[in-house]
């Protein structure tokens, strides 16, 4: 467990009090749905760009993103190749409609092209999903701070969710909006202080071009993949395509995205906005990146824990498998030693071809170092669970049925298993940046780079829970009372909603489990769903002859089919938003033209 120092307490709590507390008293006062649902179409572009920004770059991205990069490298960026395009063609199609029919979600136009029933099955599907993520983007540094620093994860997902909640409620999109600027202000000086004190933690006499060369050395500075191969998640071509219709998706069908631009003064404000995101997004991306390849460069020069997870090598040193873990320890000090002398040799002569093969060599005998880690932590913890079962199952077949203690000792055993099949404190590429911080970083920037990550799961979930709320508010009750009500009604009902989404992404939160990878898991949610919601929206925008019930049929089969192929891995997860896009429409297409009735 780790200590903060009273400084770190204070950058911390000073900061997130200042975006909550400036948030909730420059919005108050919404008056009508226009200013709480549109924020009074008042933003500016640099408005928008940094609040969609802000919208995407969760917690996940600090915290999931740098590990990515030190486990794996570069790569990872390729997945962002695909939404400059995306802008492009969302600024040139999807504004210009939005903005000319003057709607406040991205379903309203889905009524207008087909019919109530499509309008409200997109909008659920929406709902299903960004539910689900709204609630990842609170447990994701709410796991991970509860184990580094001791924290009750519960206690933690209050925590954010009330704060997002506080603000989110009082002023709506505005509050969103202002908000997400400041948000982004602390991320990117929060960021660029880590990385300027990563390379003056890194030797002297080891200059940024040999960092990158010891990095480039070991495989981490391979950015571009050409490959056709559909089993590689991450290559120019699924950044290209499958990143174009997953961006195309995110961002011109997702609510909490387009009620970010919606809010825009003009037309041109929205699309200066996108375009601004487009032209930053990938380089922020890149450096984000960057920062965990220098973390990867420290660690060649300071010994690295092998599991991030301080509690599971604890749980494996106090299991049968201690002196399995030791020697493992003990073979991964004799291979630290060696890739820190070939650093230093490598840094004197950068171009030496020969260490950096026996650079290479060695990462990957660490590379399975960990994975053997892993597997001994998986081993104790499965033992530690199995011993307690089947002490408890010994126990609970002495008990007579109608015993007091059977209800409860059967209760126990049941929740026993479902610990068992949840804890997998094993996969530690989440814990990596975090740990470092707390370990390296000096006091007062600790508490910054805590209120990052923290401010960055409060920008993406108000994002999520406003876009919730409308969606909820305006495509489900509004459009479906049976009596108009006025404008102080229908903003009561926003902030009710609100305030019911935001407990619902805590409730999420506190039963979400951790995934092989938190920034995988969230785009997973999103290839499962999005590529068939595009193909509705294209369907909408140029298919003219094709009518609503095709549509919603269409759907329907689309979205079990695409369940189904991410069920059995049928492919690459970014695969799904081209696969499902396209599928929609083939469906659509046959359903149309053999239904009897063309015209509905």
């Not at 690295?304 to 040193?317: C, M, Q, R, Y």
């Not at 909820?472 to 609100?498: C, G, P, Q, W």
Request: net charge positive; with cysteine.
């Amino acid at each position: 467990m780790q200590k903060l120092d009273w400084i770190d307490w204070l950058v911390l709590i000073i900061t997130l009090l200042t975006i909550v507390g400036y948030g909730t008293w420059k919005t108050r006062g919404s008056k009508n749905v226009q200013d709480y649902v549109r924020g009074g179409n008042t933003s500016k572009w640099w408005t928008i760009g940094l609040s969609v920004m802000a919208t995407q770059a969760s917690a996940i991205t600090f915290l999931s993103t740098t590990g990515q990069a030190f486990s794996d490298g570069m790569g990872f960026v390729q997945f962002y190749f695909g939404l400059p395009i995306a802008m492009v063609i969302i600024c040139l199609v999807f504004i210009p409609l939005y903005h000319r029919l003057k709607v406040y979600t991205a379903y309203e136009f889905l009524e207008n092209r087909f019919d109530l029933k499509t309008r409200s099955l997109t909008a659920i599907l929406f709902l299903v999903q960004r539910g689900l993520a709204a609630g990842i983007t609170i447990f994701a540094p709410a796991i991970i701070l509860s184990v580094v620093l001791g924290w009750n994860i519960i206690t933690l997902n209050i925590i954010i969710g009330v704060l997002v909640i506080i603000y989110t409620v009082s002023g709506g999109t505005k509050a969103v909006t202002v908000t997400q600027k400041q948000q982004m202000f602390v991320i990117f000086a929060g960021m660029l202080a880590a990385l300027f004190i990563i390379l003056n933690l890194i030797p002297k006499d080891v200059s940024f071009t040999s960092a990158l060369d010891i990095a480039g050395a070991s495989g981490r500075m391979e950015v571009l993949d050409f490959s056709f191969d559909l089993e590689n998640r991450y290559t120019v071509w699924t950044g290209l395509i499958g990143g174009t219709f997953l961006m195309l998706s995110y961002f011109g069908t997702d609510q909490s995205q387009v009620q970010r631009y919606l809010s825009g003064k003009s037309m041109k404000e929205m699309q200066m906005g996108l375009i601004f995101n487009g032209l930053l997004k990938v380089p922020m991306q890149f450096f984000i990146l960057l920062v965990g390849v220098m973390v990867f460069v420290f660690y060649q020069f300071n010994q690295a824990p092998l599991n991030f997870i301080d509690a599971s090598t604890e749980t494996v040193l106090a299991s049968q498998y201690s002196e399995d873990y030791k020697q493992l320890q003990l073979k991964q000090n004799n291979v630290f030693e060696k890739k820190k002398e070939l650093s230093i040799a490598l840094s004197k002569n950068e171009n030496d071809g020969k260490l950096k093969k026996e650079l290479f060599y060695l990462d990957s005998i660490e590379k399975n170092n960990r994975l053997e880690s892993k597997y001994l932590i998986k081993r104790a913890i499965d033992t530690a669970y199995a011993n307690k079962y089947d002490q408890l199952s010994l126990e609970l077949s002495k008990l007579n049925k109608d015993n007091d203690l059977y209800s409860g000792k059967k209760a126990e055993l049941t929740e026993l298993y479902k610990a068992s099949a949840k804890d997998t404190k094993t996969n530690d590429r989440d814990y990596m940046f975090i740990t470092f911080i707390l370990r390296y970083l000096p006091k007062g920037l600790i508490g910054l780079l805590l209120a990052v990550i923290l401010s960055a799961a409060m920008s993406s979930t108000a994002s999520e829970v406003n876009a919730l709320a409308t969606i909820t508010s305006i495509d489900l009750y509004s459009r479906n009372l049976k009596e108009e009500k006025d404008e102080a009604h229908m903003v009561k009902a926003t902030k009710f909603f609100t305030l019911i989404w935001g407990l619902v992404a805590i409730v999420i939160a506190c039963f979400a489990n951790l995934a092989e990878n938190l920034i995988q898991l969230v785009n997973i949610i999103g290839s499962i769903f999005y590529g068939n919601v595009l193909g509705i929206f294209l369907l909408a925008f140029f298919f003219k002859f094709v009518k609503a019930n095709a549509v919603f049929t269409a759907a329907i089969i689309t979205q079990v089919i695409v369940i189904i192929g991410w069920w059995f891995d049928w492919m690459p997860y970014l695969w799904l938003n081209l696969f499902g896009c396209i599928l929609v429409m083939l469906i659509a297409f046959v359903t149309q033209l053999s239904s009897p009735n063309k015209t509905s």
